[in-house]
């Protein structure tokens, strides 16, 4: 699988070459941008020079490439011609032509001018030199009306032979800017995705987590797979890599890419995974990668079709493990289908030309961003949702803490109390008098003191009994719980049966919920304490 390398758009004008002779005379080359496809005129077997072709000539079609009834192994050599008619605005201008995929070598000539080409053109294997790269090859026309272009091309590296992408042909300018955009958008693509790359690779570094580092590994060989295909980024970057081990480095970046994702979803998903189709995709992924790394490029590219084949059945079954994870609403793998469902689309698209079965509309890094699009959503919600959790953990920590802190303070109370009654109830006659009050305490209203003891009185303002114990030692023992608190020298009363303080003249009454009762004395200093405690009653 390569990526694209002819954008076939509305920017771009496929003119239909007849009988090696293409008619541009209509066009504006400074807006235009045309694709020379068609039927162009060819030599077999011969690699001629300007002036050398005759009229026994046949046709090829462009793109595309050599039939086996041509060339039956694939290999050999043939010189392309094709004439084109200039419009009349196109003289004395600067024009330029793109070259993508030729297989393998090729030398251009313009008008009987050698241009320039790609490697090496040879009649042998020994003596051909292939080379991938995108090339621009930039020329005036002078006041020609037409352009005589001659392509000598040969092919012993590659299983077929041939001009395999269109020809673009435009005003200089005009095509340096449609190119660039190619470049540009494979070049944001790769840099989108290595920059991802290297933040999933953060994550796993303080994380820990296996899926982060395969989805680094899966995002960086296939950044490097779209910067070694397309517009050829890396090829134009390090000119000098020789073709058999370019082309090694970039079937290696595409298996490896497969292997690696195959290696996340399955441990993402592994209760919906089917094992025998897991470890058989993982199998042949590695058995190519053998094939690859230790053998010529001609017999692994004879190869590829069949592989490209496992890749169209390892996209569906990642469509299938991820539509069952879907139905069993595990980890959002219905957004990861859909970006899996993109990137198989631009994917199954990419390799059908590949094998001269459709054009290409360069839209792989286009299906890759969405697939990457969705792994960053999932990412970013399992982060927010880690964040919720660790924030309810800290709230419920604090209520926890708050709680350990009420019932301390509790206990506190408690041991306080019982430190006060250990101190003051000396006595089992002491005793039984507190009990006597715990036990009637829903039936008294208020208690006054006597003559060193105390009188208790009940809800209709009745005696109700009388004490030993002093005001002070009752307050000592029911205050702490706010049961029964002083407001008054001589008065203790129970916050639950008063209902409020109020002014009588010069001092301050209590009165009592029952209106039969008679108001008692409450004294300055504890009228603020009486209407705290009537308010919590």
Known sequence: MAVATIQHNRSIIRENAIDGVVDLSSYDLNKDVVSLDGSWQ?????????GQLNDELTTVLVPGEWKKENMPN?????TYKLKIILPDAAKSQTHALYFNRVGSAYKLFINGNEIGGNGIVGKTENQELPKRQTRLFHFDVKQNKSVELIVQVSNFAHKSGGIKTGVLFANSDKLQQTTFRFLLVELLSTCILLTVAVIYLSVFVFSADKQYLFFFLFLFFIALYVAGTGENIIGTIFPWIPWSVFMKIIHIFMILHLLFYNQLLNSMYSQERFTILFKGIQAVSLAYLFVVT????KLYITFLPVFHLIMIATLLYWMILLARAALNKKAEASLVLVGVMFFA??????????NSYAHNPRIVPIGLLMLVFSYIVVTTKAYANSNVLVKNAENEKHKAIAQAHVEKAAFLAEKERSSILHQTLTDSESISQVDKIRVNLRQIS?????????IVYGDKGERLFDLDLTLKRISEIFG????LIRCSKAYIVNPSKARKVVRN???????????EIENVPVGNKYVTEIRSSIQVN
């Not at 208020?446 to 105390?454: C, D, L, N």
């Open 42 to 50: 060819i030599s077999w077997n011969n690699v001629l020079k300007p």
């Open 74 to 78: 694939g290999a050999g050599y043939a």
């Open 294 to 297: 230790f053998f010529s490029a």
């Open 345 to 354: 689309a631009t994917a199954f698209i990419e390799i059908l030309y590949v």
């Open 446 to 454: 208020y208690i006054v003191s006597e003559s060193g003891g105390s």
């Open 480 to 483: 702490t719980n706010n049961q």
């Open 505 to 515: 003249k010069r001092r301050y009454e209590l009165q009592f919920i029952n209106s």
